[in-house]
């Protein structure tokens, strides 16, 4: 395919979301993992795309996103830059590479702008992380920050959980997202939190919310491209909070199945999938093969 061709929408940059914040027009945000995946993201206007770490699951087969490292994800932020000409691009930044101290998340931040491609990055984290935040703006990278569920962190919130489901837990979300706007985040994730309390804290905050399993009062909205488009067999488990739009897996094993079918009966490919070569050509082709077969019988001979 190659590189993706120019695009006639116009190119979307953080004061591009600014404005749709200010005219309180929805956020569009979307993951992508490689060239394709970012291409039709960004053919269908996609407002941002996002590489999440969860490529580390629905890309690279791992268990968790805690198993996925820099480079994989700079590899996935390039394809992704290469197919996406129009789209505001988010590079997640990956566990372990963040969270020491703000000097190794700015290290880890400009790593990801310069070689990954991308607009903006991605951290998890509230209030303990708003001294990181606050050196990685102040160094003019862009950053989106992420709280409620974070699902790097899940292993010490007792797995994928809804948070801010009582009084105390969704003011500490509420706080989370202060702290994270006060350190310069341009917005924030919120991730499975009750759609009350998400659009609640909305309404307190200056930047804008992209939600996950956090209702439709959030600034925009998030979701993981492989769940909405429905590229995974059967039986696969979704939040709650999925909407499946289509069903690619269904489509690809159909068309797989049709091929290797079609193989199997000689049926493909049919003549007007191959290269004609003119009589004459082939003719001489076949007396030159026959009189190398004579040249060898002689040899042995």
Known sequence: ???????????????????????????????????????????????????????????????????????EMIVACRAVARGARSSFLVGDLPMGTYESSPTQALSSAIHFIKRGRVHSIKLEGGSEMAPTISRITSAGIPVLAHVGLTPQRQNALGGFRVQGKSTAGALKVLSDALAVQAAGAWGVVLEAVPAAVASLITSKLRIPTIGIGAGNGCSGQVLVQTDMAGNFPPGRFLPRFVKQYGNV?????????????????????????????????????????????????????
Do not use: C
């Open 1 to 71: 395919m190659g590189a993706a061709p120019p695009s006639s929408r116009k190119k979307v940059t953080l004061g591009t979301l600014q404005s749709l914040y200010a005219k309180n027009e929805p956020i569009t945000m979307l993951t992508a993992y490689d060239f394709p995946s970012a291409h039709v993201a960004d053919a269908a206007g996609m407002d941002v795309i996002l590489v999440g770490d969860s490529l580390a699951m629905v890309a690279l087969g791992m268990e968790d996103t805690s198993e996925v490292g820099m480079e």
């Open 249 to 301: 897996w269904a489509e690809s094993l159909r068309a797989v199945e049709a091929y290797r079918d079609e193989v199997k009966r000689r049926e493909y490919p049919a003549p007007e999938h191959t290269y004609p070569m003119k009589r004459e050509e082939f003719e001489e082709f076949e007396k030159a093969v026959a009189l190398m077969e004579v040249v060898d019988v002689v040899e042995v001979e």
